[in-house]
């Protein structure tokens, strides 16, 4: 292969592929986690989650993490050893990737009124428990939630009684009268918890354009190296 350029692009689809690989390690790496970690199963227990679900969800990381694993290793080698057969697949398996992942975000934007309305009900449902009555794992992710987000109880600020300490308006907030009624947060954490997450969902989306973008620039130099190594085998 000649060409300034063309290395060039043979490099930069070989690191391209490295990180590719490297996120994939990094998937599988959460998914086992998410199995092995006690902490995790505490909040399902806290929101009255299925952990069957999180479990499966957890699973389903784990096989995207070797996919992406698989595909990593066939653009680094196809990149390297200028092979048209690992090249012709990385760029099938990333197309159909592409296509798949499309489906999913069109997915997620229909259904995203639905998935809010679980999380409301989840926070429902943990409202109903005392603070008093959960280990220390529960209350240690109360306590977070009602500090981080200003709050104070679930879906009511009388949920708790007694009222946690974490429900105390912190400094400067005790005279403002839109969050504090002077002593404790006037403020349930459910409408919050819904406003966070919907706040992250465009944080999530601009991530997954960011990722696919970087799927179609590595399908480009997948094709202009398959195009070349074609043309350099007609011209022997």
């Excluded at 943990?126 to 240690?140: C, E, F, H, V």
């Excluded at 006037?186 to 799927?215: P, S």
Aim: hydrophobic share 50%; with cysteine; aromatic share 8%.
């Amino acid at each position: 292969m000649e060409g300034c350029g063309l290395n060039c692009i043979k490099y930069l689809l070989f690191a391209f592929n490295l990180i590719f690989w490297l996120a994939g390690i990094g998937l599988m790496a959460v998914g086992i986690y998410v199995i092995v970690q006690t902490g995790i199963s505490n909040i399902t227990e806290l929101l009255k989650i299925s952990t069957v679900l999180v479990h499966g969800g957890a699973i389903a990381l784990i096989v995207i993490g070797v996919i992406t694993m698989i595909v990593g290793f066939l653009g680094c080698c196809g990149a390297i050893k200028e092979n048209r057969c690992m090249l012709g697949t990385f760029f099938a398996i990333l197309l159909l990737l592409l296509v798949i992942e499309i489906a999913i975000a069109i997915y997620a934007f229909v259904q995203r009124n639905q998935f809010y309305s679980v999380i409301g009900t989840a926070v429902d449902t943990a409202s109903i428990t005392n603070y008093q009555d959960y280990d220390d794992a529960g209350k240690k992710l109360i306590d977070f939630v009602q500090m981080n987000l200003r709050c104070c109880g679930m879906n009511d600020t009388a949920n708790y009684n007694p009222t946690p300490t974490t429900c105390a308006c912190a400094g400067a907030l005790v005279s403002d009268t839109t969050v504090c009624d002077g002593t404790n947060y006037n403020r349930a954490c459910k409408d919050l918890i819904i406003a966070f997450l919907q706040d992250k969902v465009l944080i999530v989306g601009g991530i997954g354009i960011g990722i696919g973008l970087t799927q179609i620039i590595g399908m480009i130099f997948a094709c202009c190296l398959y195009q070349a190594k074609g043309k350099e085998s007609d011209v022997v």
